[in-house]
Every structure is written in structure tokens, then in C-alpha cells.
């Protein structure tokens, strides 16, 4: 009789983080995330895979309140080619 016929417990494996996406806003606190692929499903009662995607608060100062007026016309040049 043949025994220890079930396959041995893996964990999950996992690559490496990605790049980080651009923020969702320029001022006042945005989010920013990256990504991570799973390489080997676990099985068997191994490990759980770990989190796939993180996530991270940026461009966190406030934003100013300002307004800026259109652009006036081109003056003429100060200096000679």
C-alpha cells in the first residue's frame, strides 16, 4: 500500500512590486498604488497569499488658493540676435 500520496503544502509566492501609479490628485491628498502578481499559488493548507496591491497617501500639502490672470501680450525683445 502506497502512502503519503497527497502533494506536500506550498505557500503562496508572489513577484515584486510594481511601479507606483501617478496620484489621484496635485494637491490636498491623493492616493497612489502598486501592484504585485501572484508566481506560485499556494496549496495543501500552505500559506495564504499575501496582499497583492498597496496602497499610499501623496501629494499631502495643501493647495493654494490663487487664481492667475490670462498671459498679456509679448512685450518687445530687451536684447539685439
Do not use: K, Y
Amino acid at each position: 500500500e502506497e502512502c503519503f500520496q497527497q502533494a506536500c503544502a506550498s505557500g503562496c509566492v508572489v513577484g515584486e512590486w510594481g511601479s507606483w501609479s501617478g496620484c489621484t490628485a496635485v494637491c490636498g491628498g491623493g492616493t497612489r498604488f502598486r501592484t504585485r502578481d501572484i508566481t506560485t499559488m499556494g496549496n495543501n493548507q500552505g500559506s495564504d497569499c499575501p496582499a497583492l496591491r498597496d496602497e499610499e497617501t501623496c501629494n499631502t500639502l495643501a493647495c493654494q488658493n490663487c487664481m492667475v490672470s490670462f498671459w498679456s501680450d509679448w512685450g518687445s525683445c530687451a536684447g539685439a540676435c
